[in-house]
């Protein structure tokens, strides 16, 4: 099972840090990706990392904004993400893939488990 949370209302230019809790199965050899979701559009990846940490991957449209990190320990994954837009507006979900499934399976939004989304609302 995955949670998100830490979404919230901020102002454009501002920061957001979303958590992404993994319970009940192992958190090895897995791919977390964060995806979003906005009103009217259809749902984008936005950054994904290895459990070993030793890969990730960033949207174009986040490069250089946002930051995934994990914390094995805690089996949770972070987004941090700054100088936020009003474009950002979504509802942002964590899913999980097994890692041998590859980031194929991230970038088709091919993934075994999902959590529930939290929202980001960036005012302009």
């Known amino acids: 099972q995955l949670q998100a949370s830490g979404g919230g209302l901020v102002q454009a230019g501002g920061s957001l840090r979303l958590s992404c809790v993994v319970s009940g199965s192992p958190f090895d050899d897995y791919i977390i990706g964060w995806f979003r979701q906005a009103t009217g559009k259809e749902r984008e990846e936005v950054s994904c990392?290895?459990?070993?940490?030793?890969?990730?991957y960033y949207a174009d449209s986040v490069k250089g904004r946002f930051t995934i990190s994990s914390d094995n320990a805690k089996n949770t994954v972070y987004l941090q993400m700054n100088s936020l837009n009003p474009e950002d507006s979504a509802v942002y979900s964590c899913a999980a893939v097994p890692l041998h499934r590859g980031w194929i399976s991230f970038m088709m939004h091919d993934m075994d488990s999902w959590g529930k989304g939290t929202l980001v609302t960036v005012s302009s």
């Open positions: 990392i290895s459990s070993s940490a030793s890969l990730t």
